[in-house]
């Protein structure tokens, strides 16, 4: 099955090109930090291996999630812009 350009867009802009972007927004690069601070600290706590795999496996689901919701995100906008230049008759409907 064949992707849509969408699709296709939404991933190459998903991916590394927006890690660049978001990796020069101070505000991300804050919350990036503290992220580690509390991982780091995590690390001093004596967990056992399943304790630790759990955390893991919570943090990583987390990631997932986020990473889904801010694909729809930027899916989302792309079509409100779209609606909007054909409401303004800048692009055609095909």
Same mark, same amino acid.
């Given at each position: 099955?064949?992707?849509s350009i969408l699709?296709?867009? /939404?991933?190459?802009m998903t991916g590394e090109r927006f890690d660049c972007i978001v /990796?020069?927004?101070?505000?991300y690069r804050k919350k990036d930090k503290e992220m580690e601070k509390f991982s780091k600290q995590?690390?001093?706590?004596?967990?056992? +291996?399943?304790? *630790?795999q759990a955390v893991d *496996?919570?943090?990583s689901a987390g990631n997932k999630c986020n990473f889904r919701y801010s694909e729809l995100v930027y899916i989302q906008g792309v +079509?409100?812009?779209v609606a909007m230049l054909k409401e303004l008759d800048l692009i055609k409907a095909v």
């Open positions: 099955m064949e992707e699709a296709v867009m /939404s991933k190459l /990796s020069e927004e101070k505000e995590l690390q001093e706590y004596d967990l056992t +291996k399943e304790q *630790r *496996r919570l943090v +079509k409100d812009t």
